[in-house]
């Protein structure tokens, strides 16, 4: 079937996030990936979110990154301080985000989680220079590198960011001090594992969207990849005022999330009936989640719960979907600390978010102004944060 004649009739309905077995992502047969890329086509036309398995980013480095999260957030307050994301006041998004000092749902009080975040560098022991983008999200040193937010989204930039997005500019911010000696390279070896992954899966998205595998190369040569180490205290009261991080959506193409197995936390608003949706933390399994900047390539309004049903009450086929982001928001009531941390995934910053072909046609006309990624995220910067 056709990408758009299954949007048409793909409803975004869903009561549970599918499991996605990613092993066939490196067969050597093209008919494997194609059947591969199948099931990411139909995941992203209704959750918009979907766990993968056999990821191929070893558990050492999982642990490693865990157990640096852990170390990092024990820590006394001053010392983190030190290291402070000064977003709001600076052009440097990296660094240490304290509780409450983000709000990702303007209805909301603030997020309680606190976070640490990082852009693109090299592991201690690689050489400077990366010749293989296969390997690398941007090249070290890029002149735009990225930046991240203290929102639970991830801005950037990137080698050939525009000028506009400039105050995303910066240097990984790192702690110092007892405890922290392997942290940089623990928090780097898992961030390389999983820039990876991101790598593995855009040719999977391209022919999911009707396109030949490598559609997504030459935009992602320098790719906007930030990391955000998250801890969340577990919140006594329910209040849907306050919560660990209020509902939003991301802003790249997606996000790879691992989170804290044993705890329930992430829910996902399934927009065809407005009802939250658990995402909970699967032993071996990670995340993937949408962001707006895939809506943009494949022209899809978020399709709001309100309009998901017809007069009289039935679900509305999604006619407008196809590569669906999905409102998201976490609430720790575990009792237990919670330990997340996402990486979002986008392309270089000077590439045109335009409609991709196989989304648009006479009857579904491109439906957003065609801007770079370095503009959309610089627009949702100064949204979010003056
Ligand atoms: O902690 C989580 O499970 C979700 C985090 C998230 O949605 C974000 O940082 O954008
Ligand atoms: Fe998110």
Redesign the pocket.
Known sequence: MSLLSEASETQALFDRIPVIDLTRATSTTPSDRQALAKEVRSACMTAGFFYVTNHGIPKPKIDGVFNASKTFFAQEEGRKMEIRNQGRTTSNFKGYVPPLSSNNDPKNKGDLHEGFCIGYEALPSESTSHSSSKSMPRQESAPGQESASSQ??GGEGGEGATTSSAKTVGDNLWPSGDGMDTFRQDVLGYYHAAVGLGRTLFPLFAMALGMEEGWFDGKTRNAAAIM?L?HYPSQEVRDERVMG?GA?T?WECF?I?W?QPGIQ??QVLSPADGKWVDAPAIEGALVINLGDQFMRWTSTFLLAHFEARTEDGDLRANVDGIFQSNV?R?INTSGAERY?I?LFFGTDYDVLLEPIPSCVSGERPAKYEVITAGEFIQERLRKTYM
């Open positions: 639970g989204e955000r998250l991080i939003h991301d996000t999330l989170q936390a992430l998201h976490a997340s996402p």
